[in-house]
């Protein structure tokens, strides 16, 4: 059995691409440290600049710590800094990699590695599928790669290429597996989620059809949705589908200001508000999440004061705020009026301060009610204590439930009652009449 240590940065795109990929090298045993492993995986990330030198540093590090074992597992790196940067710039910098995988071809990368680490005595493996690395609880279901779209600020198509569908009997038979693995919450990811299938002549809405009623399904989560996707069409068909889908809506609008979504080049109509509008007309209880990007080049006070406001009217659940970085090779990086690094984190730190206590006051109101609970893990400091989730926080990027009590054990989803609140989390107790 092949020892593997790995490392996923970045996005749950990446997570699931090394899921496929070290399930497809196949009986596998994952340990704690670099030295006990046949194979360091690295799956990269390249989409902004800190993201870049996060990819070289791990790997540098990784390098100076391998060159001194005396029996050394093969270094294998895959994902997006070798889609942005080619293999052959990367391995005159890193010639310790044995192995690079670019992002063209994720299906080949199993076979690839085998192929790498069959001159070290390790025989080719029956291929048992998909590595799971998120737990009992949940699992990301990447629909698509690439994008269609042309935002002035982004990597991605570069890096990526353009919209790539995966079938959707491949991924209706991958969702029904990861349930019959005791998977509850999918979890469907993708650079626009509601692009899916219009590279062919499909929509959304046929791959839900067939996901939505798979047995074993709890939840149904959608990330990454753009607001021009959210159509009255798509929002009408989840609002009569009802259960498993959560009406949580991740919508990446960027900005609140025109002119600023103009020079961003976000394809959709310049009002955000109209988004939020469809969304709460379908479904009024929705939970919303986005992420905005500030001191985007030409950002005025005026619009800064916009987004501002914005973000106070719309009461977000979730919000991710980002200081821009300019990349190379990107229209926005050329752009005239580049705002002050000191000025974008002082925005960022503005608004962060905003929904901190809009968050802290959404949450304030679940207490004393009752939710429904995924736990996800036992907590490692403290005995009896779990963390999970509720329908309106997603994994990795929201804030989390602490919970403990009768029945309470991960892969379990349990009704508790929430009996305190903080900034983002929340703390929920199980009562002796649900064990």
């Known amino acids: 059995m092949i020892s593997i240590y790995s490392i996923s940065l970045g996005c749950p795109k990446n997570r699931v691409d090394t899921e496929h990929a070290l399930g497809g090298i196949g009986p596998v045993r994952t340990v704690d440290a670099p030295e006990q492993a046949d194979l360091v995986f690295v799956n990269t990330c390249a989409f902004i600049a800190p993201a870049v030198e996060e990819s070289v540093r791990t790997l540098v590090s990784l390098a100076h710590d391998l060159a001194a074992l005396p029996r050394r597992p093969l270094l294998a790196v895959a994902g997006c800094l070798v889609g942005r940067y080619t293999a052959a710039a990367l391995a005159e910098d890193l010639p310790e990699v044995d192995l690079w995988l670019d992002v063209d071809d994720t299906a080949s990368w199993a076979g690839r590695i085998l192929s790498a680490l069959a001159p070290r005595g390790i025989p080719p493996q029956a291929p048992p599928g998909r590595l799971l690395s998120t737990g009992p609880s949940y699992a990301w279901l990447k629909i698509s790669d690439g994008c269609r779209h042309a935002c002035a600020f982004c990597t991605i198509p570069s890096i990526r290429g353009p919209l790539r569908s995966t079938p959707a009997g491949f991924l209706a038979e991958e969702a029904r597996l990861l349930l019959q693995?005791?998977?509850?919450?999918?979890?469907?990811?993708?650079?626009?989620?509601?692009?899916?299938?219009?590279?062919?002549?499909?929509?959304?809405?046929?791959?839900?059809e067939k996901i939505l009623p798979l047995p074993g399904l709890a939840r149904l989560r959608l990330m990454y949705l753009y607001p021009a996707g959210l159509t009255d069409s798509l929002l009408g068909f989840l609002r009569a589908a009802g259960p498993?889908?959560?009406?949580?809506?991740?919508?990446?609008?960027?900005?609140?200001?025109?002119?600023?979504?103009?020079?961003?080049?976000?394809?959709?109509?310049?009002?955000?508000?109209a988004a939020i509008e469809r969304i709460r007309k379908h479904f009024p209880e929705a939970a919303l999440r986005t992420g905005v990007i500030v001191g985007f080049p030409g950002e005025t006070e005026k619009d800064f004061e916009e987004l501002c406001d914005f973000v106070r009217e719309t009461r977000f659940h979730h919000l991710g705020v980002f200081a821009y970085e300019a990349e190379e090779g990107t229209p926005a990086a050329t752009m005239p009026t580049q705002v002050p690094d000191r000025l974008k984190q002082w925005r960022r730190d503005v608004l962060m301060e905003i929904q901190a206590e809009i968050s802290a006051e959404i949450l304030a109101g679940y207490v004393g009610g009752r939710e429904t609970v995924l736990v996800e893990a036992a907590h490692p400091e403290w005995p009896g204590l779990f963390t999970g989730r509720t329908w309106f926080q997603a994994p990795e990027v929201d804030g989390t439930t602490y919970i403990s009590g009768p029945g309470v054990e991960a892969g379990a989803l349990v009704e508790a009652d929430v009996v305190e609140s903080s900034d983002y989390d929340l703390t929920a107790l199980t009562d002796a009449e649900e064990a």
């Open 181 to 208: 693995s005791g998977v509850k919450e999918l979890v469907l990811v993708a650079q626009d989620v509601t692009a899916w299938g219009r590279d062919k002549s499909n929509n959304l809405t046929y791959l839900l």
């Open 244 to 273: 498993p889908f959560v009406p949580y809506f991740d919508i990446p609008l960027q900005h609140a200001a025109g002119p600023v979504l103009a020079r961003m080049g976000r394809p959709f109509a310049r009002n955000p508000r």
